[in-house]
């Protein structure tokens, strides 16, 4: 089946500026990232801060040039197109921003947010779009009378929901979704990650889901793709990849998942070191400094390990098949 976006050796390199006009190393964000996302599948994208997730989604939407690569949309390279094209293309391309309040311009009322799209792209005659907006407002849950309302007067759930219609507005197939609830209490989390599985089951609808909880992604994922410095480091379906994963940073991210029950015991695996610069990738495996896997030797400092398959997922390990599990590095002391 054709997917609906493959994206191929996506790169987003930033130039970076130093004092006084000096020059300063490139900044490598995305490094050569490759995925797929079929109709009416949810892909999350997760990893920690600063491993260049949001630079992928803002990149294949062209919110952001690319450096090199290609992200083909129904078979279109995104990349290459004019800006008529473009235009006519953001159509079925849309994306929720991760701060609910930022992203809505607070001169506009709620109606006037969502009904923008509908203007621009000619989707409905003048007399026809109130009543647009308000069926929209109560899709995601609102009452259709708040259209006269504006951002301040909204909680941060209720206005991520107007984020959500204002993107439903102009009929998207797919929609990237930027850490949509990261920034809402738990209660509310559940509730518009519910809402986004009902809107794509109602709808179709296609996400990419940034997101660094794996705790979040395992409700609403049929995929992840765990980035690490800008590269995708395992990949998978989402039931295997939270009970088996092969990549010793997946098993970190796994362990640093909260635990609901505060009585049990509990088994956290705390890297050494903090992320190395995106300016200054380390050689080899761009692991390998934090990594704690048994079998780490000086292959993993010089040679790049590639995406292969491994137990039913694709991990960039060049030992993945003997990743210990959490349990297992609890017994043998890492913590």
């Known amino acids: 089946m054709t997917p609906l976006l493959a994206v191929r050796d996506l790169v987003k390199h930033y130039k970076g500026g130093g004092l006084f006009g000096r020059s300063a190393p490139v900044v490598r964000a995305v490094d050569g990232v490759s995925f797929e996302v079929a109709r009416g599948e949810t892909l999350a994208l997760v990893g920690e801060s600063g491993c260049g997730k949001s630079s992928v989604g803002r990149t294949i939407l062209r ?125 509310v989390q559940a509730q518009v990650l519910n809402l986004l599985s009902d809107l794509q089951r109602q709808r179709g609808l296609s996400y990419l889901f940034i997101a660094h909880d794996l705790a979040v992604v395992r409700q609403i994922a049929h995929r992840i793709a765990v980035m690490y410095l800008g590269r995708i480091v395992e990949e998978g379906p989402t039931d295997q990849i939270l009970s088996f994963p092969r990549h010793p940073y997946t098993v970190a991210l796994l362990s640093a998942v909260p635990e609901p029950d505060p009585s049990a015991s509990r088994n956290r695996i705390v890297l050494s070191g903090d992320l190395p610069s995106p300016s200054n990738p380390p050689p080899g495996c761009p692991f390998h400094s934090r990594c704690f896997h048994p079998q780490k030797n000086a292959r993993c400092s010089t040679e790049v390990p590639t995406l292969r398959p491994v137990a039913g997922t694709v991990a960039a390990c060049h030992y993945a098949e003997s990743t210990p599990t959490v349990a297992e590095l609890s017994i043998a002391g890492v913590r």
């Open 63 to 187: 919110l952001q040039e690319p450096t090199s690569g290609q992200a083909l949309y129904e078979g279109v390279d995104v990349f290459s197109l004019d800006r008529t094209a473009l235009r006519q293309l953001r159509r079925r391309m849309q994306i929720i921003f991760q701060d609910p309040y930022s992203s809505l311009n607070p001169r506009m009322s709620a109606g006037a947010a969502i009904a923008e799209g509908l203007e621009i792209h000619r989707l409905a005659a003048r007399s026809e779009i109130p009543g647009r907006v308000a069926a929209l407002l109560e899709e995601v849950g609102l009452d259709p009378t708040y259209t006269k309302r504006y951002p301040h007067e909204f909680s941060g759930g209720q206005r991520q929901r107007i984020g959500i219609a204002r993107a439903l507005a102009v009929q998207p197939s797919f929609i990237v979704c930027d850490e949509p609830v990261s920034a809402l209490d738990v209660s």
